[in-house]
């Protein structure tokens, strides 16, 4: 109805088809139907239900489409979805719209990994970029895995399971060949009931799964940093205590008054040998990345919000969980208390807890070098489904996406914010010659979650909110060159 009218009348009346009439996490979203009438013309956008990732699709396109009213029929003015498809462009977002970012140093190439696999983790199928000249082609990883990472010789670990395996695999991307560890294990690789998979001839293979963690952090020389998750059940969340072989004798989880959770941090030295087992005890769900630095120092994304002066920072639905650092040589000894009774059963309820100011919300972190009050742990409290990933360069700097103000934060090593890279901006903001220059940095960001880095040469970054990988030159304020003399070789 034409409602600017003194009196409204009828234009028209249509059905319209938008299929899906259903709502929930893993169905079809409830279709949309919306009415611009600030334009010249009345406008109507339509968007179908999109198919769920566990049902069949229902329809052969996405939308958005906008239609007007002539001659009192309801017609096509624009397919969105016919424009994405003549431009090559995804016809959809990723699931729970993780788009994570993996950088290859030697090669300089970006691997895009979308999510594709069922229960909020798992990729397999990726495009990768060429940095250099912007080429772009498919690639499909040897196995479904949950996180990746390279090492500064160009090594990719994959790290994959499920609630009852835990795997790291490397490989040489030159070939996509295995590149066995010497301490590893041989090992079948599987996701979810399927018992075949890849067979791996050294893998790091860790007691327990990778529920509500799935993350993995290596360092520039390949020594890795790999959660685990214990539990008595796929839904229970009560550690599994038994001992099992871990390093040169059977382990068995330390459980003490005020320790959370389910979820264990070991690392790995190169050779995939474990090195240190339980660092940072007590650290609950995981889905916001770790870290190991050249220097072997960790960095750990938490769930919980950081406290100042009494208050938690920030929302939970904004996403802003805390980032840490914790040194190499305090990895063994540190840990997170909770005096919460809903984080732990009754028999380990602490009492009496510490008397200084908590540190992240209803929790003490012992052990940490610095805290920074904000992490991509995404908008889902009771879920990792929804995630981010924050990087560390090869100089230790922090870089952390915060979707919720559109930027990225760069720490220093002593996690002192030195700079804000983005601002709010659409898909029109790409620079100062585009439609909508925004100024200074001219980064328009609307959400994104996840960042890899080329270390002082280039940041990525997935903006899924604009549809687009972000590039950012990274530069100093003063750059001076300074001439070599011709070297003089020693007799």
């Not at 239900?49 to 002539?70: D, M, Q, T």
């Not at 002192?416 to 100062?432: C, E, F, M, R, T």
Request: proline residues 7%.
């Amino acid at each position: 109805r034409d409602l600017r009218a003194a009196e409204p009348k009828l234009l028209v009346e249509a059905e319209i088809a938008l299929q899906g009439q259903t709502r929930g996490l893993f169905s079809s979203n409830l279709a949309q139907a919306e009415l611009d009438s600030w334009g010249a013309e009345p406008v109507i956008w339509l968007i179908p239900a999109e198919p769920g990732p566990f049902r069949p699709a229902i329809s052969l396109y996405n939308g958005p489409f906008l239609c007007v009213v002539k001659e009192g029929k309801l017609v096509l003015k624009k397919s969105f979805d016919a424009a994405s498809r003549q431009a090559g462009s995804p016809q959809k977002c990723p699931f729970f719209q993780r788009q994570q970012l993996y950088f290859d140093p030697v090669r300089e190439k970006l691997y895009v990994a979308e999510l594709q696999h069922g229960h909020g983790s798992g990729f397999r199928d990726m495009v990768v970029i060429d940095v250099r000249s912007g080429a772009l082609k498919n690639f499909r990883a040897p196995f479904g895995f949950d996180d990746m990472a390279f090492d500064a010789r160009g090594l990719a670990y994959l790290r994959a399971g499920n609630f009852a395996q835990n795997a790291v695999v490397r490989f040489d991307p030159k070939t996509w060949k295995e590149a066995p560890f010497d301490s590893g294990r041989a090992t079948r690789v599987f996701r979810g009931r399927a018992r075949t998979g890849f067979a791996a001839k050294g893998a790091i293979l860790l007691p327990g799964g990778t529920a509500r963690c799935p993350v993995l952090g290596v360092s520039p020389q390949g020594e890795a940093l790999v959660p685990c998750s214990r539990v008595t059940g796929i839904h229970s969340h009560y550690p599994d205590t038994s001992p099992v072989p871990l390093g040169p004798k059977p382990w068995a989880p330390e459980y003490f008054p005020g320790r959370q959770g389910f979820i264990f941090m070991h690392t790995a030295d190169r050779s995939g040998k474990v090195k240190t087992i339980d660092v940072l005890k007590g650290v609950g769900w995981l889905n916001g990345g770790v870290a190991l630095d050249l220097k072997g120092n960790a960095y750990i994304a938490l769930r919980d919000r950081r406290v100042l002066d009494g208050k938690p920072f920030g929302k939970i639905m904004w996403g802003n969980g805390a980032l840490i650092k914790v040194r190499a040589k305090d990895l063994a000894a540190s840990r997170i208390l909770t005096a919460d009774k809903g984080l732990v059963p009754d028999e380990f309820l602490l009492p009496d807890p510490p008397k200084r100011p908590q540190d992240i919300e209803a929790r003490w972190v012992e052990g940490a070098q610095w805290i920074y009050g904000s992490a991509p742990v995404g908008e889902q409290w009771s879920c990792v489904c929804k995630s981010g990933r924050f990087k560390v360069d090869y100089f230790g700097r922090s870089f952390v996406p915060e979707a919720w103000r559109y930027d990225v934060a760069v720490l220093d090593t002593n996690g002192n914010l030195i700079l804000l890279v983005g601002q709010y901006g659409n898909a029109d903001s790409a620079g100062p010659n585009s439609a909508v220059p925004l100024g200074g940095d001219e980064v328009g960001l609307f959400d994104a979650h996840f960042v890899a880095t080329q270390t002082d040469k280039r940041l990525f970054i997935a903006d899924v909110g604009n549809g687009r990988i972000v590039s950012a030159k990274l530069d100093y304020h003063t750059s001076e060159t300074v001439p070599l003399g011709r070297p003089r070789l020693r007799k």
